[in-house]
């Protein structure tokens, strides 16, 4: 079996879940398969980098630091890959609507503009949250509203480096098994 062949393979099993034989529903499996790999990597990527900076300041005084690490970076991560995974879905769903099929590279495209989609949705969704928020609780909306979006900013920062990549290959992937199969 050819490296493309290995590649492709798990997309191909996409058309088993329910709709996965849609275009659009198919894309929004594997682009929620994207999300919850890229925040696994984002975690395995911090853990070795905090790791990396606990021994390099003091190695006697870590303790239990190191073994208690991957615990806690493991639950950040599954945590964060269920609230990812869905927006990762429906910005699939929604990224292969507006990308239309008949592009050379419709599946990098739309690889890109899921995971700005995610980050979109999470705008979407936290804004009016901090405005409800300080609504009843009586404080003035600048504040909610600065943070709110500062997070989302601060997100896309911190994880684009490897959301865009990893879309655009995810789309690939995901464009080449549907034609050939």
Request: glycine content about 12%; hydrophobic content about 60%.
């Amino acid at each position: 079996m050819a490296l493309s062949d290995r590649a492709v393979y798990p997309f191909r099993q996409l058309r088993r879940l329910p709709y996965g034989s849609n275009r659009d529903i198919g894309a929004g499996y594997a682009m929620a398969l994207a999300a919850a790999v890229a925040t696994g990597l984002y975690f395995g990527v911090q853990a070795v980098l905090i790791l990396l900076l606990v021994v390099s300041i003091d190695i006697g005084s870590i303790g239990l630091f190191p073994a208690m690490l991957p615990f806690g970076m493991l639950s950040g991560a599954v945590s964060t890959a269920a609230v990812v995974a869905p927006f990762g879905f429906v910005a699939g769903v929604i990224a292969w609507r507006v990308v239309p099929s008949g592009y050379r590279y419709a599946g990098a495209l739309g690889g890109l503009v899921a995971p700005l989609l995610v980050y979109f949705l999470a705008a979407a969704i936290t804004v009016p949250a901090a405005v409800m928020l300080a609504v009843l609780v009586g404080d003035s909306l600048g504040r909610p509203v600065v943070t709110a979006i500062g997070i989302v900013v601060v997100a896309f920062g911190a994880t684009c480096w490897i959301t865009l990549p990893l879309g655009a290959l995810t789309g690939t992937l995901y464009e080449r098994a549907r034609t050939t199969a």
